[in-house]
């Protein structure tokens, strides 16, 4: 955080990519940090859409996206969580219990990267070169020419990289 205004890191991923992994080996050397989980903000599972005959749980419409933007507002603005969630005792949470049914992946997390992300590729390519003059226009910082089985130690290193020198660029 800078002064008592926050730095909000985003960080983004395919189902089970370590997304959650990173989030907290990152929250373990910055103070006063914490982690605001997208799972938090899953329509119920009656408004989800169905894709090839499964739940598509990985979809912009499973999100409640205003509920996350206007938690986020509320963040950037206090470096806090609202009072009414920092007054629960906490979330019980079905994490590790998820298993993905047969074809979940092939299915409906890869498809719907492939469409949520193509914009930020060469060609469209998700596998291939990042359009730097996008990304830096929107100021998205990526770990370039890593590839779908980045190293966790390596992304780990980059990112603590990357969020120390966005918060010497605050001062």
């Known amino acids: 955080m800078t002064g008592d ?11 089970s990519s370590g997304k959650t992994t990173l989030a907290r080996l990152l929250r373990d050397i910055f103070p006063n940090t914490f982690i605001l989980h997208e799972d938090d903000f899953y329509r119920p599972e009656a408004e989800l859409p169905m894709r090839d005959g499964l739940l598509d749980w990985d979809c912009p419409e499973a999100i409640d996206i205003t509920g996350m ?33 047969p074809g979940y992946v092939d299915k ?22 990042f359009k730097m003059d996008v990304l830096e226009k929107e100021r998205i910082k990526v770990q370039d020419k ?17 969020i120390l020198d966005e918060l010497k660029r605050q001062i």
């Open 69 to 101: 933007a206007d938690s986020l507002a509320y963040i950037r603005q206090h470096a806090s969580f609202p009072a009414r969630r920092e007054a629960r005792d906490g979330y019980v949470t079905l994490e590790g219990f998820w298993a993905d049914p």
């Open 146 to 162: 890593v590839g779908v089985d980045g190293d966790i130690e390596k992304t780990f290193e980059w990112t603590v990289d990357t």
């Open 108 to 129: 409906i997390v890869w498809p719907n990267y492939v469409e949520q992300h193509a914009w930020m590729f060469q060609g469209g390519d998700v596998e291939g070169e």
């Open 5 to 15: 205004r926050a730095l909000i890191v985003a960080i983004s991923g395919c189902s």
